[in-house]
């Protein structure tokens, strides 16, 4: 089966927002029914992509919470409300595991704020724009669309990682990255955690390709050569 995936890099952290295509799903308001994980920052930008490529959201799946994650969130949303994809297109849902559900809704700024106080919570404050609640909090073994959500804990108490076990494509936020894992020195961060985390996806099918929240793509066969023993 052919894999259809598009990715924008965006931000000044140089996130990746991938672009997953729902294979077999029907089309909705003429375009192709899609997956957007972790629209972290120029909504406009995913838009536009998302537009020249005739697909559509219909859900949007945060890995964790951190506002480079999902900073462009609002002016994702923001397309729908203005008919960008059809006067009719329903709003794709948005989702994340529940532990980290507090990034998103009325009180995420605070959140936001005390994440990024380390690398400075200006950076936040010069982006912010008000954040929906979230449609969908995930537990581990759920399902979304394609996807097995697998929780991670350990770069934030709510990581998850997106499996597509039909095509073998992982989606891994900042839990893996090529050759490295993420951070877990900001709040929510778990060493111990993510350690147990990165070993459990390392014993995935090799072959699994993994799309990592900043970054070149992987394989779990790549990530096992160069992390393991942790």
């Known amino acids: 089966m ?11 952290i140089q996130t990746n927002c991938w672009l997953y295509l729902l294979h077999g799903a029907p089309p909705c ?18 838009v536009s992509r ?3 490529s005739n697909w559509i959201p219909q859900y949007i799946l945060l890995t964790h919470g951190h506002f480079d994650h999902l900073a462009g969130l609002p002016k994702l949303l923001e397309a729908f409300e203005k008919g960008a994809f059809g006067e009719d297109a329903p709003l794709p ?8 559900a507090h990034y998103l809704g009325k009180n995420a700024l605070t ?21 929906p609640e979230a449609d969908m909090l995930f537990e581990e073994g759920e399902t979304v669309g394609p996807f097995k959500v697998l929780h ?29 894992y993420g951070r877990t020195d900001l709040p929510g ?12 996806l390392l014993l995935m099918k090799p072959e699994i390709m993994v799309c990592p929240g900043h970054g070149s793509a992987t394989t779990v066969r790549e990530a096992s050569s160069a992390l393991m023993p942790l």
């Open 50 to 52: 998302l537009l020249e």
């Open 2 to 12: 052919e894999k259809k995936i598009d990715l924008v890099v965006v931000g000044d």
């Open 111 to 131: 959140f936001h704020r005390e994440s990024f106080a380390a690398v400075g919570a200006s950076y936040v404050d010069s982006l912010w724009e008000p954040l």
């Open 189 to 200: 961060g778990d060493w111990n955690q993510l350690r147990q985390s990165l070993e459990r």
């Open 93 to 100: 849902k948005v989702g994340i595991h529940r532990q980290d």
């Open 152 to 180: 991670v804990p350990g770069h934030t108490t709510g990581s998850v990682c997106f499996h597509d076990e039909k095509t073998g494509i992982l989606f891994s936020g900042d839990t893996l990255f090529q050759g490295d």
């Open 29 to 46: 308001s003429g375009k192709q029914p899609c997956v957007v994980v972790d629209p972290g920052d120029q909504g406009e930008s995913i």
